[in-house]
């Protein structure tokens, strides 16, 4: 099956086959949503950002998995980050946090999406919060409670 060829050499490294055994797959199989997905991997992974952008955006339409659809939520907000498209890139990451909120992966990429798009302080406020619930450093866990506290409003001050 032509799927788990283009993944197995994906998880390889081999970019540059996994994209012509995708796309020559694709040929077949338009339709497939995984086969988009992992030709847009392939292309992200050889630098070609804008070549994955229709990929990843035709997987998404078509449908994934759960298991694959988080990973190409971040390919593609990733994606457009990349190349400096930072509304598409918190338009893409804000659907990917409400399909996996729990997702801190997602929350992280969205925090830097916000940053480029100069939205700093709720860029902040979401890399602060994911520190202050993910963190097994000793010196964090011991201000956890102020730290999640004041990632709620940087900007608060107390007489």
């Not at 990917?96 to 916000?114: E, G, H, Q, Y």
Request: include cysteine; aromatic fraction near 10%; charge should be negative.
């Amino acid at each position: 099956m032509p799927t788990s060829k283009v993944r197995e050499l994906l998880d390889n490294g081999s970019y540059e086959e996994a994209k012509e055994v995708a796309e020559r797959a694709l040929q077949d199989n338009p339709n497939n949503a995984l086969l988009h997905y992992y030709a847009a991997w392939s292309c992200d992974g050889l630098s070609l950002e804008t070549s994955a952008i229709p990929y990843y955006e035709k997987a998404l339409e078509l449908g994934l998995p759960d298991a694959d659809l988080a990973d190409a939520y971040i390919g593609l907000g990733s994606t457009y980050r990349a190349i400096g498209n930072y509304e598409k890139a918190s338009e893409t990451f804000n659907k990917a946090r409400t399909a996996f909120p729990d997702n801190k992966a997602i929350t992280v990429f969205a925090s830097m999406a916000l940053y480029n798009s100069q939205n700093y302080k709720e860029a902040m406020q979401l890399a602060i919060q994911i520190i202050g619930e993910t963190s097994n450093d000793p010196d964090i866990i011991a201000y956890k409670k102020a730290i999640l506290n004041y990632a709620h409003d940087l900007d608060a001050v107390w007489d």
